[in-house]
């Protein structure tokens, strides 16, 4: 990486854009004639053509200070006889949008520069949209499938895939109403036949060893290279059912004693297809379901995608209605960091005592969400233009308002402080995070990390500062960041990020105050609603996890997306796992596991 | 001093053990913390995490909020003597089954004898292993007529027979969503009685605007009453 963080690239003389999209986007097309405008109407980005996209990437990189690769999705065009592949960088410098590049190849043929040789953090990402969409990644180094398993045939989100227990093409299904012939799938498709195998396929033909042989592809390290005792190397599988992997979710290492020397992180066990389930369902109908992804933070999920969506939908939230949202979203982020500080702290030994202060804590904030909005962790809160309810008249015998100032005033600042005092000095604590697991910044954004693993790295980087969105640019509040980048300073970061929630929650306290009785949505409820617009929209905003993005294309008038992506911060900030626990113990790799706080229903999606 | 840190969180912890005696204490002389309504109570409406903040399920149970949802129900009328049910307010016009996200709702509409559509379902299912709770059929239904329960103990020993909930299954009289959520019922109650008197009535030239519901009742209502 040439790019320095803290520098600014502008020359002197040179036009100055406000907007530095803008600007980056005329250097290019200057430099690259063949870059061109999408001429679809309403997308967003630039064209490229495959055999460019590499000395692009570099110049947007090196030269346009674009240093941060986002997001890597893949879209179905099969009228057109496409794919494309859509690229989301942004600028850590600048801050502001993204420079958006999408590149089309045939659908038959579809083979694009794989972008990891720049940015190692596209590894997954690119993994993910050959998994899903057969796009071939040219000099990747390890192009496996990532969600589905080897051996698996079709591309599951092209849109001529069909999913085994395939109905219709949208929701509602007709068999619902007024028919109403009730049946169980499972029935019509029962055991051994809810599968689908490629055409003439034998189940003899299973070659376990050679599918075995895939995942450890990669792994393999010449023993000649090392030095010291000639002991063998073993691979060891951690996972899927191991209680420290935080779910189902698999890391094979190659280790030299108790040192790792290689490890491959292996998912996908919770693999629902969450996205093709998007594609299916309506706009509205998809609210719950992104509860279901990181469901310890369900208010930022919703948060991201019905902004999404409003972009689609052209409308305005009331003032409460925002307000509100930030209440939830910050409350959200603390009850997000004290999960994952209590597990982090499990992992290191310190077995379940620190983790049920920390959600002792956790409980007030999710069962004050059940008052609100109906469910501890399936929320279902926010519609798009405002929120389903208002806050409630009371919660635990006393009037909102006097609870939410108890909370923020009181309970909460008065935990982190004590969290602060007894953890952060314990030798333990120290002993087993200080040093472990360190990602440089310039490595941290190399792989796209996001939220508190690129802020412990000293890139002091937050959507809610960046880009910001709601109404964050008026609250005062600081980014956390912390320069060593190992998982104490993880540890460190998250602890200032609740204090910096609380903060920002003070600020709101009398806004909700002023704002009592204010209607918190505008306009006519509907259930059956259809986006004015068509085109691509991206909501993005910092969750607990990190930053966490929705893409949406939808055709004009329609009723439910043609291409729904979800940017998971978990997912993607589990590229650096086997580049920061490589030389590290055994039991440190459970330790940076954890530093990475990542929620499996949004790993796997 | 090294080792000082592991002191102190040791302390912290051994303050937190002694605490979680003191309620003990508290109630000893009024028959112990379990099994003791008010004891139950102050634990349930904890204002600082102090002590013991855990209750013993299934003998204890934390109260439910009016707005907690669990699998659906059908609203009907107040039975009359003798019998389980009243009349269905479902008009089976099929909202909820077309709202409904992982579309776990079968609809079978009534039909006349001349063959034409009745408001009234002929028969109604809900598959509960696939309904998600998310409670869009209750916010969209115009006729209050599918609410969600707070009755979450649906356990039962075979799934395959038990858990698609027929019209039968699923009626239950309006006095026991009263009874379950007593504000938002009144609430609703108080918005029909609204939309029905505006309903049909034009409104005249300067005549004012006609009062809308009181606050209290918007705040208990999914998008403060817009949809009545």
Not at chain 1, 34 to 58: H, I, W, Y
Not at chain 2, 26 to 51: F, H, P, S
Request: aromatic fraction near 12%; include cysteine; proline fraction near 6%.
């Amino acid at each position: 990486m040439t790019v320095e963080i803290f520098e600014s690239d502008e020359t002197p003389g040179e036009v100055v854009y406000e907007d530095p999209v803008e600007g980056a986007t005329a250097r290019l097309k200057e430099r690259f004639p063949e870059v061109q405008e999408d001429e679809r109407e309403d997308f967003s980005g630039l064209r490229v053509p495959p055999e460019l996209l590499r000395d692009v990437a570099t110049y947007v990189r090196d030269e346009l200070a674009f240093n941060y690769l986002s997001l890597i999705t893949g879209v179905d065009l099969i009228d057109e006889g496409k794919l494309e592949a859509v690229y989301h960088t942004y600028s850590i410098n600048h801050g502001g949008g993204a420079l958006v590049l999408r590149v089309h190849v045939d659908r038959d043929e579809p083979v694009i520069p794989s972008l990891t040789p720049m940015w190692p953090g596209a590894d997954f990402q690119e993994r993910e949209a050959y998994d899903m969409f057969g796009i071939r990644f040219d000099g990747h180094p390890n192009l496996r499938r990532i969600y589905m398993w080897d051996g698996f045939e079709g591309f599951p989100l092209r849109k001529d895939w069909q999913e085994p227990f395939f109905e219709e093409e949208h929701k509602p299904f007709g068999s619902r109403w007024p028919g109403g012939e009730v049946f169980r799938a499972e029935e019509r498709l029962p055991y051994g036949k809810n599968v689908q195998y490629p055409a003439g396929w034998e189940p003899q033909s299973l070659d376990f060893k050679t599918n075995d042989q895939e995942i450890y592809r990669g792994l393999s390290v010449s023993r000649e290279q090392l030095p010291g005792l000639k002991t063998e190397l073993v691979t060891v599988n951690m996972g899927p059912q191991h209680p420290s992997t935080h779910g189902v979710f698999r890391m094979v290492m190659t280790l030299d004693g108790e040192t790792i020397l290689k490890l491959h992180p292996e998912m996908g066990y919770l693999h629902r297809n969450h996205e093709k389930i998007g594609e299916r369902n309506t706009f509205i109908q998809n609210i719950p379901f992104t509860d279901r992804l990181d469901y310890l933070s369900p208010m930022n999920n919703e948060q991201a995608y019905v902004m999404a969506v409003e972009q689609l939908l052209g409308v305005e939230v009331p003032e409460r209605a925002e307000w509100i949202r930030i209440l939830m979203a910050e409350l959200n982020r603390i009850a997000n960091h004290a999960w994952a500080l209590g597990f982090l702290l499990n992992d290191m030994g310190a077995f379940q005592t620190p983790a049920l202060y920390f959600i002792t804590e956790r409980e007030s904030i999710v069962e004050f969400f059940e008052a609100a909005a109906g469910s501890r962790m399936m929320v279902n809160y926010m519609r798009f233009g405002g929120l389903a309810y208002d806050l409630p008249t009371e919660f635990r015998n006393m009037p909102t308002m006097t609870f939410l100032e108890k909370l923020i005033h009181d309970t909460l600042p008065s935990f982190v402080d004590e969290m602060d005092e007894y953890l952060t000095n314990n030798e333990i604590v120290r002993g087993r995070s200080i040093g472990v697991g360190t990602l440089t910044a310039d490595e941290a954004i190399a792989y796209s990390m996001s939220g508190p693993m690129l802020r412990a790295s000293g890139v002091p980087y937050d959507v809610r500062r960046a880009e910001p969105y709601s109404y964050y640019e008026h609250l005062d509040f600081d980014i956390a960041v912390r320069y060593n980048g190992d998982v104490y300073d993880r540890y460190l970061v998250r602890l200032e990020e609740m204090a910096q929630s609380i903060r920002i929650l003070k600020q709101v306290l009398p806004h909700l105050k002023e704002t009592q009785g204010a209607s918190v949505f505008e306009g006519k409820p509907q259930y059956a609603l259809r986006v004015p617009r068509g085109g691509d929209a991206y909501g993005r905003v910092e969750s607990g996890k990190g930053e966490l993005g929705f893409y949406l294309i939808a055709q004009r008038r329609a009723s439910n997306p043609d291409r729904y992506h979800v940017r998971a911060p978990s997912f993607i900030n589990l590229t650096s796992l086997g580049k920061m626990c490589e030389g590290h113990k055994v039991a440190d790799s459970v330790t940076i596991l954890g530093s990475i706080d990542i929620v499996l229903g949004e790993v796997d999606k | 001093m090294f080792g000082l840190g592991i002191i102190r969180g040791m302390a912290y912890t051994m303050k937190h053990f002694v605490e979680t005696y003191v309620d003990d204490f508290r109630w000893m002389l009024e028959g112990g913390r379990y099994r003791n309504e008010e004891a139950l109570a102050t634990r349930q409406n904890l204002v600082t995490n102090r002590g013991a903040v855990t209750i013993n399920y299934p003998e204890e149970k934390l109260p439910m909020p009016e707005r907690f949802r669990f699998v659906p129900f059908l609203v009907t009328d107040d039975p009359p003597p003798g019998q389980q049910w009243g009349h269905d307010w479902c008009t089976s016009c099929g909202i909820c089954a077309k709202v409904c996200p992982p579309q776990c709702i079968w609809i079978k509409r009534g039909k006349k004898p001349n063959g034409r559509p009745k408001p009234e379902p002929e028969e109604f299912y809900i598959d509960i292993d696939i309904c998600m709770n998310c409670g869009f059929c209750a916010e969209f239904c115009p006729f209050d007529a599918i609410k969600m329960d707070h009755d979450y103990e649906l356990a039962s020993y075979d799934r395959t027979t038990a858990h698609i909930h027929d019209k039968a299954r699923l009626s239950k009289p309006i006095s026991y969503w009263r009874e379950i959520v007593p504000r938002k019922a009144a609430a609703e109650a108080a918005a029909r009685e609204l939309a029905e008197q505006s309903k049909g009535r034009r409104r005249q030239e300067g005549e004012e605007e006609p009062a809308g519901l009181p606050e209290e009742h918007q705040r208990e209502l999914y998008y403060k009453g817009l949809l009545y």
